[in-house]
């Protein structure tokens, strides 16, 4: 499996969709550890850009702070999942607790708000 994780500061940002960095992670699910890690620059931001391009990246499953309604549909599409409201921890940190299953989720940061990310 490949985790897509949007960075600021080496952690996951709450805007995935302005952020700079993703980090992409290869995990075996079976011996539940991470196989490798590669930080990978972002193209400039254009709406609708990040699912295919995470796609083509061959990306599984997407660890988002706050994530726009719009997006969802998107990432959807691409049949990539994405967990929302992650908290703000380093990759290895939340890879850790979603293989744990003790991954605490919050409300989705772009609720209530007009997000385009």
Same mark, same amino acid.
Not at 36 to 61: K, S
Not at 68 to 75: M, V
Not at 79 to 92: L, R, S
């Given at each position: 499996?490949?985790?897509a994780?949007?960075?600021?500061? #080496?952690?996951?940002?709450m805007?995935?969709?302005h952020?700079?960095?993703?980090?992409?992670?290869?995990?075996d699910?079976?011996?539940?550890?991470?196989? =490798?890690? +590669?930080?990978?620059?972002?193209?400039?931001?254009?709406?609708?850009?990040?699912?295919?391009?995470? =796609?083509?990246? #061959?990306?599984?499953?997407?660890?988002?702070?706050?994530i #726009?309604?719009?997006?969802?549909?998107?990432?959807?599409?691409q049949?990539?999942?994405?967990?929302?409201?992650?908290?703000?921890?380093?990759?290895?940190e939340?890879? =850790?607790?979603?293989?744990?299953?003790?991954?605490?989720?919050?409300? +989705? #940061?772009?609720?209530?708000? +007009?997000?385009?990310?």
């Open positions: 499996m490949k985790v994780i949007p960075l600021a500061d #080496g952690k996951l940002t805007h995935f969709g952020c700079r960095h993703f980090a992409l992670v290869d995990v699910e079976a011996q539940r550890k991470i196989v =490798a890690r +590669n930080d990978i620059e972002v193209p400039p931001h254009q709406p609708g850009l990040l699912p295919p391009w995470l =796609a083509e990246r #061959g990306v599984d499953l997407v660890f988002a702070g706050g #726009g309604q719009r997006a969802l549909g998107l990432f959807a599409e049949g990539i999942e994405v967990i929302f409201g992650a908290p703000i921890e380093t990759p290895e939340l890879i =850790a607790g979603y293989l744990k299953g003790s991954m605490t989720t919050g409300k +989705n #940061g772009c609720e209530g708000h +007009n997000c385009e990310h």
